[in-house]
């Protein structure tokens, strides 16, 4: 029997229509699917944004451009009557400023028998005015603290910085409280004088240290600020990761575990540290590097400077912890500490009680947050009263 001619059109859409309605459903799901993941997307930015995981779209630190100035004899200090600009940092940003002293205070008179406190970031702050434990402890006490912490400091810089400090003021303190890092301050004091300025900015002046030998070497003034500049010029350069870092929190977050949650300092990647912090001299095996003893040995006679500093200007030594490890350098440290500083106080077993399991540290960052702070500022204040130096 003969086809018909004019069925095969008709065959041939029939055949062809279930296609084109099969591709076009397969379009529209798609569609559908990536505008719901886009909207999903959005909405997870969105609660994200109301936690503590925006805090990972922020840089570690941001210091406003102009806070350090150059110095002969601390590498870098705080600048001179800085005005209030933004401090960025994993956790609430804030205004940080410096007032005549060239401290991260207010300017205030400065009247006899008041309490100058020195140390390094923990002593700064991390915290707005109000809510760093000096300011807490001042509250508390009634006694005028002058907070002249600076960031990244050991005990070498502090002495030079307090003696220098009370030298503008023209008073001698009555107690010179020293909030001490039981993990940065060695490797601070290593690298002494550890840093210089370019264009406003505080950078680390060291090139390298050798853990076999503990030699030292520093960038040369213009390989410094040659490395300086092209780290401003790489910041001022788009990169993708970064923008997204910075914006997204959910990039932030792959970021972050991608780059910053395996262990870190539990051995030295090598023996060359090109960055101070990158190994924990603490954590050194002495017997494999036995100049770290005598490092260590020079770290203790900082101390002690501290110690006859504040005696030569008839004050109080001070010396706060935030815990020491039962093992090492650090047990050796513990025995120093008991020998000879008549006033330490650890801080880290009684604020553990106070906490009562609440958090009293930054999310993505050590230091204390408002809570600590405070209850930092309350066992100071009750120690400082109990052995009669307030």
Not at 69 to 92: E, H, I, K, Q, S
Not at 207 to 220: A, F, P, V
Not at 294 to 304: G, K, P
Request: proline share 5%.
């Amino acid at each position: 029997m003969a086809r018909d001619i004019h069925s095969a059109p008709a065959e041939a859409l029939r055949a062809t229509t279930p296609r084109r309605r099969s591709s076009r459903s397969i379009l529209a799901n798609a569609l559908l699917a990536s505008a719901s993941l886009v909207v999903g997307l959005i909405a997870l930015e969105l609660v994200l944004g109301l936690t503590h995981y925006r805090y990972l779209t922020q840089p570690h630190t941001d210091y406003p451009s102009g806070y350090f100035v150059a110095d002969p004899d601390l590498g870098a200090d705080l600048g001179v009557n800085r005005p209030p600009a933004a401090f960025r940092m994993r956790g609430p940003a804030f205004e940080a400023f410096t007032n005549r002293w060239g401290c991260f205070d207010h300017d205030d008179l400065i009247g006899d028998g008041y309490v100058l406190a020195v140390g390094d970031s923990s002593t700064w702050g991390y915290a707005p005015p109000g809510d760093r434990w000096t300011d807490q402890l001042e509250a508390l006490s009634g006694q005028q603290i002058l907070n002249c912490g600076v960031s990244g400091t050991g005990p070498k810089f502090q002495q030079i910085k307090a003696r220098k400090t009370i030298a503008k003021v023209g008073i001698a303190p009555s107690v010179i409280l020293v909030l001490y890092d039981t993990w940065n301050d060695l490797n601070d004091d290593a690298v002494f004088p550890g840093y210089g300025v370019v264009e406003g900015y505080r950078g680390h002046t060291l090139k390298s240290l050798d853990l076999r030998t503990g030699t030292l070497t520093r960038h040369t003034p213009d390989e410094f600020e040659r490395k300086y500049r092209r780290f401003v010029a790489s910041q001022n350069t788009f990169s993708l990761t970064r923008f997204l870092a910075s914006h997204l929190t959910t990039a932030a977050m792959v970021n972050y575990a991608l780059t910053e949650t395996l262990p870190r300092n539990a051995a030295p990647a090598g023996p060359i540290l090109e960055r101070r912090y990158d190994f924990f001299l603490w954590n050194v095996d002495t017997a494999r590097y036995p100049w770290v003893v005598e490092a260590f040995e020079q770290h203790l006679d900082n101390i002690r400077a501290l110690h006859r500093m504040a005696k030569e200007h008839g004050a109080e030594l001070v010396l706060i912890t935030d815990g020491i490890p039962d093992r090492g350098l650090h047990r050796r440290l513990r025995e120093f500490l008991a020998r000879e500083i008549p006033y330490h106080l650890d801080v880290a077993e009684p604020m553990a009680q106070a906490a009562q399991g609440r958090r009293i540290r930054y999310h993505y960052d050590t230091h204390w947050n408002a809570l600590g702070n405070r209850l930092a500022a309350e066992i100071i204040h009750q120690y400082l009263r109990e052995v009669g130096l307030l």
